[in-house]
Structures are given as C-alpha cells and as structure tokens.
C-alpha cells in the first residue's frame, strides 16, 4: 500500500520573498511563451503554404534569455543593484576578518624571523587571507554567472578603478567588493553564455538623471542614498535609478563592438 506524505515549509520572510519572485518570474515566462506559441498556432492556420517551424522548450528559453537586458550598479553598501529591483550583497569579506587578522599580525609581531613559531604564525596569517580572498570569489562568480547566464544583454559603468581607490575613504570598500575582478569575470563570462556585455563611458551621469522623466540633476551627494526628482516627484533608490539608466542606454545608442564586448559612448 502506497501511502502519501504532506510536508508544510516552515519558511522566514526572506525565504517567503524569494519564492514569491520564483513564482513571478516563472508566470512571466509561461505567459509570454504561451503567446508566442498562439502566434505562431495562428499563423500557421491562416497561411498553409509557408507554416512557422514551431519552437521547442530549448528554443523558448533561449529567445527568452535574448530579449529580461539588465543594468548593473556597483557600489560600496552593496555590490550590485540590478534594474530588475534585486540588490545583491557583496561579501565584504575583510571586513569581516579584519579584527582577527589584526589580532594574529599584532600577536605574532615580536617572533623572530626565520623560527619555527614565526614561520607557523605566517601560515596561520596566510591561511586567513585565503579564506578572505574565497569568500570574495564566491560572491563575485555567483552573481557574474547568474548576469550572463540568464540576460541577453548586461550593461554596466566602466568604473575608474584605480582613481576610485586613491579615496582613502573609499579604498578599503572598494577592494573588499572586489570590482575590477567583477567586470573581469563577467567579460570572459559574457562570451562563455553567448550573451553581450556593454560598457558605458564612465562620465555617463546615471545616478543624476531620472529614470521616470530623464531630468539630470546638477549635483548629487554620495550621502543622498534617495533619488528625488523635482521635475516629476519620481521618488526612488539612487542605486536602483542608476541601474535603470544604464538599461536604457542600450536603446538609442550604437554599441562599438571588439573582441565580444561592446562599448556605448554616451
């Protein structure tokens, strides 16, 4: 006798979250796949002679993929938010172990160099750093591989890297994100999934500008964290506003194709 079991998820808000966007997206595309294949079903009856070879499931994910393109923003509270709404924490990975790295470099400070305990004292340092360093890449590789895995099209700011860095109140939050190895792995990973990267100059004012009326402000703090128009009364996160002008710059703007990765001049 076959016997069935019900299990209820005892899920937390974030949890719950999640599943609800799961479940969004999935009706999204099964709506949108629905109408494609009614489309192509009509055409077909009413033109006999020169029928539309009906997609399969492989075809319809990848067409999909093609069109839901995504600005990226980085930043330094967080790592990446996206133009879909979704904001990615970074793992800030150093600053999670600088107390204790502080710690074993200070105790190990007066061991002479050379000696057994000074030698066990640097593998102990070193091991840290490498926990540090993982936990970076992790973070980094699961959301590169998620942007171009599932997006036809990832647009993002061509960041002044080492100009950011020289703000030595920055310098240590920008190195623990890790952004010049983010726009490294989504590069070679862009061309892996086939998909396109376009690199927005970096004088493209993307958190000045409103997403809902195109109005450029003339100035902006990095201590406003709330974009507020006063054109349109649009009110909305400066991070995600950025993310969403750099969406739209793919429309309108020629992009400069070279070696798989386009470049648009604003």
């Known amino acids: 006798m076959l016997l069935g079991f019900k299990t209820e998820l005892k899920l937390n808000n974030q949890q719950r979250t999640a599943l609800m966007k799961h479940c969004g997206v999935a009706r999204h595309a099964w709506n949108w796949g629905l109408g494609l294949t009614k489309q192509i079903l009509d055409h077909n009856k009413a033109n006999p002679d020169s029928k539309i070879k009906f997609p399969t499931a492989i075809d319809l994910h990848k067409w999909l993929v093609a069109i839901d393109v995504v600005g990226v923003d980085l930043g330094v509270k967080s790592l990446a938010a996206l133009s879909t709404g979704e904001v990615i924490q970074g793992a800030k990975s150093y600053k999670k172990y600088e107390a204790k790295l502080s710690r074993i470099q200070w105790l190990n400070r007066h061991k002479v160099k050379g000696s057994a305990n000074w030698k066990k004292a640097q593998m102990q340092i070193a091991r840290l750093h490498r926990k540090i360093a993982n936990s970076r890449a992790y973070s980094l590789h699961k959301l590169t591989t998620l942007l171009a895995k599932n ?13 950011m860095l020289a703000n030595h109140q920055l310098a240590k939050a920008i190195a623990d994100m ?44 990095i201590s406003q964290r709330v974009f507020e128009c006063n054109c349109c009364n649009f009110v909305i996160d400066r991070d995600l506003n950025a993310a969403i002008n750099l969406s739209h710059c793919v429309a309108g703007v020629p992009p400069v194709v070279a070696s798989g990765v386009s470049k648009a001049v604003s």
């Open 178 to 221: 890790g952004f010049y190895e983010f726009r490294r792995q989504l590069t070679y990973k862009c061309q892996l999934y086939g998909s396109k990267l376009v690199i927005v100059d970096r004088w493209f004012p993307s958190s000045k500008t409103c997403s809902n009326c195109g109005t450029k402000k003339e100035t902006l703090s």
């Open 151 to 163: 997006h036809g099209t990832v647009v993002i700011e061509d960041l002044n890297v080492s100009g």
